[in-house]
């Protein structure tokens, strides 16, 4: 597969375990003029890993608004562009948003290398309702924010996924308690991927009790069921 010349390709790299990396993304990062990354140093280690020679780009929330126009001249010139965050989806819960908008805005080719997502990964494998489900992201750090947050949508009819850092995780799970009920059911998916990946799935107390009893160190996504659900 040869890449397109003025294209920003929009490509997902692994959580955790390197061999998720689809083959076409390690042809576009190969091939690619440049690599937008989020964390040059973490995203040149991957892409040593794969022997890629391309040169890295930063590109993050810090100089995101600044950069994403750069970056869009650079394609708009002739180069093919690749784009990668420091694990999952670009653009979710991550930076890529502006320069996508950018690139749609002037008519430019943006094409997406689909590939491991952490709010999918959990999803799949968590055995909550995957009809349709919100993705909300991550919730405000404030405990009241979170509270009111899980107040408002005590009732909703479908499943709710968002992402929680290891220092509020066993914080949450108390809230979802109290806000929620003992009985919502609930997951917590830990570490998707990695050596130590951990589903707790069941009633929001028991998965409480469970998460205070083992390791909160890495990276949690949480699943909130629908009212009448049980599993
Ligand atoms: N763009 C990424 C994606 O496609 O999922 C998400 C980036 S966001 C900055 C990082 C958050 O995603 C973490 O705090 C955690 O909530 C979730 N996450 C990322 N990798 C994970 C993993 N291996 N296991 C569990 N959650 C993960």
Same mark, same amino acid.
């Given at each position: 597969?040869?890449?397109?010349?003025?294209?920003?390709?929009?490509?997902?790299?692994?959580?955790? =375990?390197? $061999? #998720?990396?689809?083959?076409?993304?390690?042809?576009?990062?190969?091939?690619?003029?440049?690599?937008?990354?989020? /964390?040059?140093?973490?995203?040149? *280690?991957?892409? /040593?890993?794969?022997?890629?020679?391309?040169?890295?780009?930063?590109?993050?929330?810090?100089?995101?608004?600044?950069?994403?126009?750069?970056?869009? #001249?650079?394609?708009?010139? +002739?180069?093919?562009?690749?784009?990668?965050?420091?694990? +999952?989806?670009? =653009?979710?819960?991550?930076?890529?948003?502006?320069?996508?908008?950018?690139?749609?805005?002037? +008519?430019? =080719?943006?094409?997406?290398?689909?590939?491991?997502?952490?709010?999918?990964?959990?999803?799949?494998?968590?055995?909550?309702?995957? =009809?349709?489900?919100?993705?909300?992201?991550?919730?405000?750090?404030?405990?009241?924010?979170?509270?009111?947050?899980?107040?408002?949508?005590? /009732?909703?009819?479908?499943?709710?996924?968002?992402?929680?850092?290891?220092?509020?995780?066993?914080?949450?799970? $108390? $809230?979802?308690?109290?806000?929620?009920?003992?009985?919502?059911?609930?997951?917590?998916?830990?570490?998707?991927?990695?050596?130590?990946?951990?589903?707790?799935?069941?009633?929001?107390?028991?998965?409480?009790?469970?998460? *205070?009893?083992?390791?909160?160190?890495?990276?949690?996504?949480?699943?909130?069921?629908?009212?009448?659900?049980?599993?």
């Amino acid at each position: 597969m040869e890449i397109q010349k003025q294209t920003l390709y929009v490509v997902a790299t692994p959580l955790g =375990n390197l $061999e #998720d990396l689809s083959q076409r993304a390690t042809q576009v990062l190969h091939q690619a003029d440049f690599v937008a990354c989020e /964390d040059t140093r973490s995203s040149r *280690k991957l892409l /040593d890993k794969i022997g890629s020679q391309a040169p890295t780009i930063p590109y993050h929330e810090h100089n995101e608004k600044q950069t994403a126009a750069h970056l869009a #001249d650079k394609i708009e010139a +002739g180069a093919s562009a690749a784009m990668i965050s420091d694990a +999952g989806t670009p =653009n979710i819960s991550d930076p890529g948003f502006r320069l996508v908008r950018e690139c749609r805005r002037r +008519g430019i =080719n943006v094409v997406p290398v689909p590939g491991p997502c952490a709010l999918v990964t959990a999803l799949c494998a968590s055995g909550l309702p995957t =009809n349709a489900f919100f993705y909300a992201g991550f919730l405000p750090p404030k405990s009241a924010a979170r509270k009111k947050f899980l107040e408002a949508h005590k /009732d909703f009819t479908h499943s709710i996924v968002l992402y929680e850092s290891c220092h509020r995780i066993v914080a949450f799970a $108390e $809230e979802m308690c109290e806000v929620l009920g003992n009985e919502r059911t609930v997951c917590i998916a830990r570490e998707l991927t990695k050596l130590h990946e951990t589903f707790l799935t069941g009633s929001a107390a028991e998965v409480c009790v469970r998460l *205070k009893a083992g390791s909160q160190k890495g990276e949690f996504v949480v699943i909130i069921a629908p009212n009448d659900y049980t599993l």
